[in-house]
């Protein structure tokens, strides 16, 4: 194998992209770094590194309508055999996410894993959703690298995964030994954990499992290189961050990072001189990372030299129609998604009537496929309320038998469930711009107009009931909600399920939505939907979905004409006194005779009756005189 990667390359696919490019390889640090390896006494060894691909797996030119594809396995083997890799790795959030995955609970994926090659990988927090026994027994033992975590401890406090492990590379008649060690956030905790602890992979001091295990690989097995495997990223909004990892523990070479979806290289400098190198990909396979790393073999020990931010190379899948498959990683991929097919002719369930589903009119109105997929969410959260953006939502439900299938066309992408917490003031001003989207979808329905770009983000709903009057303007339609069996208060805070598409989508949706902290996350929206319309949820039977209306319009009473008496109707569904605009005099349709306000006014009124009365009869006392 030519180790030698810009030499190689400029001969064939790769100096083609670089021509004709100019994205992919960058001419710099990183080419100075291959040079390096021609100076007497450096070597250089190569890593190709992914992270959070969630269940992608095969190339795509565009896999979310954005342009950006997916690369897929099968040409991150050919790049990682054109550069000679030494080491390939990922960051975790690798065995679940699409149906590919799910469907054989990360084993698929674990088998072209294998075919490709992969040293190790550290788990993401979407790994444990099959449960920590299941990664640790089933999926570790059947995926050929190895799982590494320093700090995730059984009941007992022993570790779960190994911790680390030493990959010795040969360069003539010298030995390169290069520690791996696995690190998960404690940021990352999850139900599907429970019974097991995530310790502090380091404390102020520099001190735990994390700074531990660096140690113990260079002073006991005397290795040059040390690379962290983290699926932590930098996130304001997590408490910890690799980068600080990087900060506080010495030794660390380099740092493959994943879960916060950025595309990214962070540069650490020690006070000492040394670097540390952060790299993180992105998500959902749009790039791949090549990291070259030049190591100083003239003295004892050998070194780590010449780290830079440019060191760091992508291969984003933009280009990656350029690059050939690898045909032994092809064949892997064609025969798991045989056995995936087979599984996705499971009947797990049973409806009564079709559920259908309508492209237009799920960007338009309320449908009771949006209340069993919404619905689903509470099932499986607990949450208050839910919302499922109508361009989320992409199959029907047939009327008898369901099976595994239907529900990968109805949820397809591989979005996970997320909790935040908003008020409900936040809730309202969510449903006011849906309607405002809804009705700009009706026009260009009606009309024949060119549908809006944003059309798909009009939203589907559960747990909120909501009276509306589309007469109205922007910000005051909503006439009535209630939440549960309660009228809805502006300032409290309740729990909200959604995707973690609509989640962290600040261009469609107010900022407040995207800034509020990501609670929890569970599994994907497919699963959980399979898993609702199974009657997996205990107390809860999906088909009571197909019952309940949870958008209802306003209807006030006509106005009497002389000597009438004002029909009384009974308020829409669900019953009860509903939350009124009551600042701008506005009174909605009550079925609670117990209303405080409606006493009040009767009192008033019939005080005003006595006191009528009473001066009527004094008045009349005094014409009798």
Known sequence: MNRNFWKKLSLGLVMALILFTGMIFVPGGAADAFAATEAEGMETITIVHSNDTHGRYQYSEDSRGKGNGILGFDRLKTVATDVGADLILDGGDTFHGLSFATMTK???TAKVMNAVGYTAMTPGNHDFNYGMSYLKDTLGTSFAGNILSCNILDK????????SMVKTITRGEKTIKVGIVGVTSPDLYNQSMDGYAIEDPVDSK???????????LKEIEDCSVIIVLSHMGNSSQQKWKSEELAKKVSGIDLIIDGHTHVKETRLVEHPDGSKTLIAQTGSFFDNIGVVPLTIDTTGSPYKVVGLEESAETFVPAAEAKLIPPDKEVAEAIRAEEEEVNKK?????????EAVNYSWEELRIQQMKLGNVVADSYIAATGADVAFENAGGIRGGIPQGEITAKNIVDISPFGNYVVTKNLTGKNILELIEQSMTRQLNNKKANDEKLDWPGDSGAALQWSGIYVEYDLSRPEGSRVVGAKIGDKALEKERIYRVAM??????DSRNYPEFLSKAEVIRDYGTCEEILRQYVSNGYPGRTWTDSLKKEYFTVYTPAPTPGPGETPEVKPSPEPPGNLVSDLEKGKVVASGDLFNPMVWIILLVVAAGVIVGIVAYGINQKKKGK
């Not at 520099?206 to 113990?216: A, K």
């Not at 996705?344 to 009564?352: C, L, R, W």
């Not at 995707?499 to 962290?504: L, R, T």
Request: charged share 20%.
């Open 499 to 504: 995707n973690q598409y609509v989640a962290g």
């Open 344 to 352: 996705g002719a499971e009947v797990i369930g049973q409806s009564p």
């Open 156 to 163: 007992q406090g022993k570790k779960v995964f190994d911790p």
């Open 106 to 108: 990360g084993m698929s």
């Open 206 to 216: 520099g001190e735990g499992p994390l700074n531990t295990e660096v140690r113990r």
